[in-house]
């Protein structure tokens, strides 16, 4: 079955730091792949999204995410982070069969904690 | 994309009872989901709202628990049934926008439901 991992479940940070959450699936085909964020008390929200093409994409915020085919992974970095980002973070991945519905298969989420 | 409102936005049950989630979205969609997020946890699908014939549940989740309606292009319900303390949660619905080489959803702002 296909599985999305998400490598740090809690991080903590302090502001202006560099971020990298690691994401890595387990499907050998073409995928969409995705990071949504969910801030405190919030609903979830698109971060950013890769479909095709460039590999190296950029979100909102400040946020890009890097896929590597070969490493079957799609990690989200931010260069300074902002107290503003104390949030948890999924990475979910759709396989895309031919035919049929396509799943979106969510990570278990890291929960990020910036500090001032 | 597509602009999703649940109703109700949250509520606090007895066990024993049952919940009805209303799902709307502002234009016809194909393709409507249902999620669970548990507490602390990540989101699981819990079935596919099919328009016009039954849903596809996911392993682990069932009709009789989960009974959901889909009677338009817009429009789902999902009914939390025979509620007990586990089921406290927050449930979401989702819509898919697919084209020809991806497919994105779209995520509602959730019922967060605690159960007595």
């Known amino acids: 079955a296909q599985s999305v991992s998400q490598h740090n479940h809690h991080v903590i940070l302090s502001e202006a730091a560099s971020l990298e959450l690691g994401c890595n699936y387990s499907?050998?085909?073409?995928?969409?792949l995705f990071w949504y964020v969910q801030y405190p008390g919030q609903h979830l929200q698109l971060l950013l999204k890769?479909?095709?093409?460039?590999?190296l994409v950029k979100g909102i915020k400040g946020f890009e995410a890097e896929f590597i085919k070969s490493k079957f992974s799609f990690n989200l970095r931010k260069p300074s982070v902002q107290w503003s980002d104390t949030a948890e973070y999924f990475c979910?991945?759709?396989?895309?069969?031919?035919?049929?519905?396509?799943?979106?298969?969510f990570g278990a989420g890291t929960r990020l904690a910036v500090h001032p | 994309s597509a602009v999703i409102s649940q109703k109700p936005s949250r509520d606090i049950c007895q066990r024993g009872t049952s919940l009805t989630i209303q799902c709307q979205v502002d234009s016809q969609v194909t393709m409507m989901f249902w999620y669970r997020q548990q507490p602390g946890q990540s989101l699981t699908l819990i079935a596919t709202?099919?328009?016009?014939?039954?849903?596809?549940?996911e392993s682990g989740f069932v009709i009789d628990k989960f009974p959901i309606s889909r009677p338009n292009l817009t429009f789902s319900t999902l009914t939390v049934s025979n509620m007990s303390p586990e089921d406290s949660s927050i449930y979401l619905c989702?819509?898919?926008?697919?084209?020809?080489?991806?497919?994105?959803?779209?995520f509602g702002p959730g019922t967060r439901l605690t159960v007595l």
């Open positions: 499907y050998g085909g073409t995928v969409n």
């Open positions: 709202a099919n328009q016009g014939s039954e849903a596809t549940y």
């Open positions: 979910a991945v759709t396989p895309m069969f031919s035919g049929g519905y396509n799943k979106l298969i």
């Open positions: 989702s819509v898919a926008v697919r084209g020809k080489s991806y497919n994105e959803q779209f």
């Open positions: 890769y479909f095709s093409g460039d590999p």
